[in-house]
Every structure is written in structure tokens, then in C-alpha cells.
């Protein structure tokens, strides 16, 4: 499995009228967890794209422990635990040690010219990952 840790900050427009981070925001952070973890890994959209792929989101699940408020800081701690035939995620969301939300993301693999999915991941991102390993 490989890991990575980012760091963020609740931002104003992310907040509803109580300073609290609105539950729809926090896709948004995961997809910007996900997007540092595939640039640093090598394989970003574009390169997906380039070579004749793409991932869209086909399931996602949350569970929120507890809130975030505006200017709060926290971090993302995501793991790659899949890529045959998904991309799956799994996040959890910590502010000083405390969890504030656990989520999973599965995103299936695509064949542009064809539009079938894959079962099987491109070879770019299979040496990619064994280079990581």
C-alpha cells in the first residue's frame, strides 16, 4: 500500500453561515489529496489522458466524525489500496490528532477509444506503482 500525507486549511469559501465546512466541500479535498498523490506518483489526469484513459469517480463513501470550521488546518492521510480494474482510495481526515472523517473513493479505469472499462491497469501505472514498492 502506499501513503501519503497533505496538509490543508479551511478556506472561507468552504463554510457555511456558521463557519462550518459544508459536507459537499470535502469531495473537493479529496479530490486535491488525490490529485498531489497521482502528480508525485507520475501518473496525473493529463498523462491519463494522454495515453488514452480516464478514471471518473463511480462510487464514494463517507463517514463524518466530526466538523471542520473556517481556518482550521488539517490533514489528509490517503492510501492507494487498489488499481485493477478501480483506483481505490481510502482517506481519513485528522485536525490535531482527531479524526473528522474517514471516506473511500473507487474510480474505474476507462478506455477512451472504446469506452470500455479496463479490468486490468494501464502498464505505465502498474511500473509506476512497482517503482514505488
Not at 453561515?17 to 497521482?38: I, P, Q
Not at 469517480?57 to 489500496?81: A, G, N, R, S, Y
Request: proline share 2%.
Amino acid at each position: 500500500m502506499m501513503r501519503r500525507v497533505y496538509k490543508f486549511r479551511v478556506e472561507f469559501y468552504d463554510v457555511d453561515s456558521l463557519n462550518v465546512v459544508w459536507h459537499g466541500n470535502y469531495v473537493k479535498f479529496l479530490e486535491s489529496a488525490r490529485c498531489k498523490f497521482l502528480s508525485e506518483l507520475g501518473y496525473d489526469y493529463e498523462k491519463m489522458r494522454d495515453e488514452g484513459f480516464s478514471y471518473p469517480v463511480v462510487k464514494m463513501d463517507f463517514k463524518f466524525i466530526q466538523p471542520l470550521f473556517f481556518k482550521d488546518e488539517f490533514e489528509i492521510l490517503i492510501t492507494l489500496l487498489e488499481i485493477e480494474s478501480f483506483l481505490k482510495f481510502s482517506y481519513l481526515i485528522t485536525k490535531s490528532g482527531q479524526k473528522i472523517c474517514k471516506a473511500t473513493t473507487y474510480q474505474a479505469c476507462v478506455d477512451m477509444k472504446n469506452m470500455q472499462t479496463c479490468t486490468i491497469a494501464p502498464k505505465t501505472l502498474q511500473n509506476l506503482i512497482k517503482g514505488e514498492l
